[in-house]
């Protein structure tokens, strides 16, 4: 990433995941957590629900940077959700109800998408990549041994592609780093536009 001017960024977000892509392309991060509600609301689509929750989150670490007087750094926020038939997943609340996904996921397939919102000063730009995972037919049993590892916890749809769940999946159509939890590709090219931004201000 040695052709981007940006030197540091924060990146509000809870997930391992991410700040281990992060550094794997070479990106200098500092953690922003913050918290806020994400409940889809009444009528909401799944994009639009994932486009919200992304912006919301960058707003709110942008006023939590200028409220605490932090080093001013552009704010990377990420949303990431399994869509079942038009049902936002989510992250089960306990064993049962990842198990009740992987009824439904076994032997289907489904939509993973990741929204990404890049903010700096007024520089807003959001973005969302959709991924499509398939995966075999599975035992009960197949499923207990996978939440038997615990896993599933804190995961949206149950499941993380880069664990043990990983030999369930026949194939996916779109990007595996998406499905993970950040598409590197469309990180890159917002960091890049964002450099085009800043030489013009």
């Known amino acids: 990433m040695n052709n981007r001017n940006i030197t540091n960024i924060y990146l509000a977000s809870k997930s391992p995941r991410r700040r281990e892509l992060l550094t794997q392309i070479g990106v200098n991060f500092e953690l922003l957590l913050i918290d806020i509600p994400e409940n889809v609301g009444e009528n909401e689509n799944y994009l639009d629900y994932s486009r919200r929750i992304c912006i919301e989150k960058a707003i709110s670490a942008w006023q939590f940077m200028l409220d605490n007087n932090l080093q001013i750094y552009p704010i990377l926020t990420a949303d990431t959700e399994v869509i079942y038939k038009n049902e936002v ?48 037919q599975l035992t009960d049993d197949e499923i207990h041994a996978y939440l038997a590892t615990g896993d599933y916890k804190d995961k949206s749809g149950s499941y993380g592609i880069q664990s043990f769940a990983g030999q369930y999946i026949q194939k996916i159509d779109g990007c595996f780093y998406s499905i993970m939890g950040l598409p590197l590709n469309a990180v890159r090219k917002l960091l890049l536009e964002l450099d085009s931004y800043i030489e013009t201000i």
């Open 89 to 136: 997943l989510g992250k089960p609340e306990n064993y049962d109800a990842a198990f009740a996904m992987w009824r439904k996921l076994a032997g289907d397939d489904h939509l993973v998408i990741t929204t990404i919102t890049l903010k700096y000063f007024d520089f807003e730009q959001t973005v969302t990549s959709q991924s499509r995972v398939f995966f075999d």
